[in-house]
C-alpha cells in the first residue's frame, strides 16, 4: 500500500510555543488529508479536512486559530499547534488516500507540552 | 450523522482460539464502508479489512473475516487462530463513499484485545 510519513514522530515542548508537525504521503498525490487526535486509551477524532490549495475544514468544536493547517502541495499538509498547552498533549495523527476505501495512515506524533 | 459503537472495552483470548469483536453502527447513508484497523502499543494504525455497504459477501483477508449484517447494521470482525502479537487496540471505523464527507473516517471507542499464551 502507499506509505504517509510524519515528522516529528514525537515532540516536547514549553507551554505557549508553536509546534509544527508535517504529513507527507511518500509515494502517492493527495489532494485530501485528514487530521486526527487520540487521547490515551481513547479513539480516533476527527479534527479537520485538509484541502490543497484551499483552506482547511474543520469539525465541530475544533479550534481554526489554535490549530493551523496549510496544505501547500499534493504531498505535504502541516498542522501547527499554536500556543500550546499541558491539554493540547495528546497523540496527532494524519491520514490519506485516493478512495474513500483506502486510507493510508501516518504513524502520528506524540506531542506532550510541558 | 454517523456513529459507530463498540461495546467491548477489553477481551481476552487464548492463543490459537478465535475471536470476536464487535461493532455496530448507524448511517442515514446508502453507500457506505466499514473498516477494522488494528492499533499496536506503537500507535501506528493498521488496516485489517474492508467491507462495502453493497457487498453481498462477507470480507476475509487471512485471518480476518468480517460478519456484516446489514439488516443489525453490524460489522464484526472474527480473528481465528489468535496469536500473540494480535494483542493490541482495535477500532471499527465507517467512512462514506460521496459528498463532502469523502474518505472521513468515524471510528469506533475501541477494544482492547489481549492474546493470553
Known amino acids: 500500500g502507499a506509505v504517509v510519513s510524519q515528522h516529528p514522530s514525537w515532540v516536547i515542548c514549553k507551554s505557549g510555543t508553536s509546534v509544527k508537525i508535517e504529513c507527507r504521503s511518500l509515494?502517492?498525490?493527495?489532494?485530501?488529508m485528514f487530521w486526527y487526535r487520540q487521547f490515551p486509551k481513547q479513539s480516533l477524532m476527527l479534527m479537520a479536512t485538509?484541502?490543497?490549495?484551499?483552506?482547511?475544514?474543520?469539525e465541530q468544536g475544533v479550534e481554526k486559530d489554535k490549530f493551523l493547517i496549510n496544505h501547500a502541495s499534493l504531498t505535504l499538509s502541516t498542522l501547527t499547534v499554536t500556543s500550546a498547552h499541558p491539554e493540547d498533549s495528546s497523540f496527532y495523527i494524519c491520514?490519506?488516500?485516493?478512495?474513500?476505501?483506502?486510507?493510508?495512515f501516518g504513524p502520528g506524533t506524540r506531542l506532550t507540552v510541558l | 450523522a454517523q456513529k459507530i459503537t463498540q461495546t467491548q472495552p477489553g477481551m481476552f483470548v487464548q492463543e490459537k482460539e478465535a475471536v470476536t469483536l464487535d461493532c455496530t453502527y448507524d448511517t442515514s447513508d446508502q453507500s457506505y464502508g466499514l473498516f477494522w484497523y488494528k492499533q499496536p502499543s506503537s500507535g501506528e494504525m493498521i488496516f485489517l479489512i474492508y467491507?462495502?455497504?453493497?457487498?453481498?459477501q462477507n470480507a476475509t483477508e487471512g485471518r480476518y473475516s468480517l460478519n456484516f449484517q446489514k439488516a443489525r447494521k453490524s460489522a464484526n470482525l472474527v480473528i481465528s487462530a489468535s496469536q500473540l502479537g494480535d494483542s493490541a487496540m482495535y477500532f471499527c471505523a465507517m467512512g462514506t463513499a460521496g459528498g463532502t464527507s469523502y474518505g472521513k473516517l468515524t471510528f469506533g471507542q475501541g477494544t482492547i484485545l489481549t492474546v493470553h499464551p
Open positions: 467491507q462495502g455497504s453493497y457487498d453481498e
Open positions: 485538509s484541502n490543497e490549495g484551499s483552506k482547511a475544514t474543520y
Open positions: 491520514s490519506a488516500g485516493g478512495t474513500y476505501n483506502e486510507q493510508f
Open positions: 509515494d502517492f498525490q493527495a489532494t485530501t
